[in-house]
């Protein structure tokens, strides 16, 4: 195993603490450093793994101030932000629309309702180039009056309409 320089393991305790794995840390580290570190040695810099339960005070120091900034800062990252999320949302949308892709459309919606915490579900089938169609609707047999078949249950499904359809 390699012996790290103090900077070095600043760099690999930081990136653990920002919940990198210790193989993207590898990597970072062959690319960065040109350092071959096994993922065993990285892991030790972790405090919450048992293999790094003996980290040094300082690196834990350096471990918990990294974990907390980089917890603080979720708001900094433009991903964790609704509004933008749903200017994304807005984009995919427009592009869909632009695009003549109709069930891109109903996504982005659907995208975008859950991102404001509802629980809308597609309940239509799309066809490719024509109007919504949904299927399973009720029937109202002819001569009846809508409202009053809704209130004595008058409905018929599709299977047992009246053969117009």
């Given at each position: 195993m390699p012996v790290l320089s103090k900077d070095v393991k600043i760099a690999v305790v930081r990136a653990l603490a920002e919940f990198d794995t210790p193989t993207i840390v590898q990597r970072m580290l062959k690319t960065v450093y040109d350092l071959d570190v096994p993922v065993n040695q990285i892991?030790?810099?972790?405090?919450?793994?048992?293999?790094?339960?003996?980290?040094?005070?300082s690196l834990r120091r350096v471990f918990d101030d990294a974990r907390k900034?980089?917890?603080?800062?979720?708001?900094?990252?433009?991903?964790?932000?609704?509004?933008?999320?749903?200017?994304?949302?807005?984009e995919a949308a427009n592009a869909?629309?632009?695009?003549?892709?109709t069930k891109g459309m109903i996504r982005a919606a659907e995208a975008a309702d859950r991102i404001r915490g509802g629980?809308?579900?597609?309940?239509?089938?799309?066809?490719?180039s024509g109007p919504i169609v949904v299927f399973n609707a009720p029937q109202v047999p002819d001569g009846v009056d809508a409202s009053a078949a809704i209130n004595c249950n008058q409905?018929?499904?599709?299977?047992?309409?009246?053969?117009?359809a």
């Open positions: 892991v030790a810099y972790n405090p919450t793994t048992y293999q790094g339960r003996a980290l040094s005070k900034n980089f917890l603080d800062g979720v708001e900094s990252i433009g991903i964790s932000n609704e509004t933008q999320r749903l200017k994304l949302v807005d869909a629309r632009e695009n003549g892709d629980h809308w579900k597609q309940k239509s089938a799309v066809a490719s409905l018929q499904s599709p299977a047992e309409g009246s053969g117009d």
